[in-house]
T-cell receptor, first 110, second 115 residues
Framework: DAKTTQPPSMDCAEGRAANLPCNHS???????VYWYRQIHSQGPQYIIH???NNETNEMASLIITEDRKYSTLILPHATLRDTAVYYC???????????FGQGTRLTINP | NAGVMQNPRHLVRRRGQEARLRCSPM?????VYWYRQLPEEGLKFMVY????????ESGMPKERFSAEFPKEGPSILRIQQVVRGDSAAYFC?????????????FGAGTRLSVL
């Protein structure tokens, strides 16, 4: 599976949109981009995933560049409860396991 | 729908004892994954099981660790003769099918402390 690169930490003001970038420049055509988050001491929580098209659900939006080398997770109106470590994971068709990197520690400030 | 259920949430063992961690997947899910998170480290894959079969155990330590997912009942991660280095959070995930398009949903984890 392709390697991902994320900034180690980010801050965002409460009520603003949080935009978390991910670099996956070696991604191949059949690999999905997944986003999970881990709020302190809890189990990882699935957020969203996509292959080529942009995706939106009740939690977030996922924007994938046309060349698929980069993606951005958008939390449209961040709250204090969105403070967590966010993981961007690339997962190939045959891959059963998720490979977690260090993620981005997002802090939402009041 | 109930999510992935893990028990116990916290487990304390003395060195040399056995630890048994249980995971009940989401309803209808027959694929189970175990991950370990050592203190201040990221999550690492341990093992992937389908009902009654171990599919991938590439992340399992070679000794003392075993996993099973019987036809009936929860998946069990068993650690024999625990050592202090086994202290970690152990997370279980389940999915409906295999393949990258199948979402893995995680439980709340079992925190193992070895005294």
């Amino acid at each position: 599976d392709a390697k991902t690169t994320q900034p180690p930490s980010m801050d965002c003001a409460e009520g603003r949109a949080a935009n978390l970038p991910c670099n996956h420049s070696t991604i191949s055509g059949n690999e999905y981009v997944y986003w999970y988050r881990q709020i302190h001491s809890q189990g990882p929580q699935y957020i969203i995933h996509g292959l080529k098209n942009n995706e939106t659900n009740e939690m977030a939006s996922l924007i994938i560049t046309e060349d698929r080398k980069y993606s951005t997770l958008i939390l449209p109106h961040a709250t204090l409860r969105d403070t967590a470590v966010y993981y961007c994971i690339v997962r190939g068709q045959g891959a059963q396991k998720l490979v977690f990197g260090q993620g981005t520690r997002l802090t939402i400030n009041p | 729908n109930a999510g992935v259920m893990q028990n116990p949430r916290h487990l304390v063992r003395r060195r040399g004892q056995e630890a048994r961690l249980r995971c009940s997947p989401m309803k209808g899910h027959s694929h189970v994954y175990w991950y370990r998170q050592l203190p201040e480290e990221g999550l690492k894959f341990m093992v992937y099981l389908q009902k009654e079969n171990i599919i991938d155990e590439s992340g399992m330590p070679k000794e003392r660790f075993s996993a099973e997912f019987p036809k009936e009942g929860p998946s069990i991660l068993r650690i024999q003769q625990v050592v202090r280095g086994d202290s970690a959070a152990y997370f279980c995930a389940s999915s409906l099918g295999q393949g990258a398009e199948n979402i893995q949903y995680f439980g709340a984890g079992t925190r193992l402390s070895v005294l």
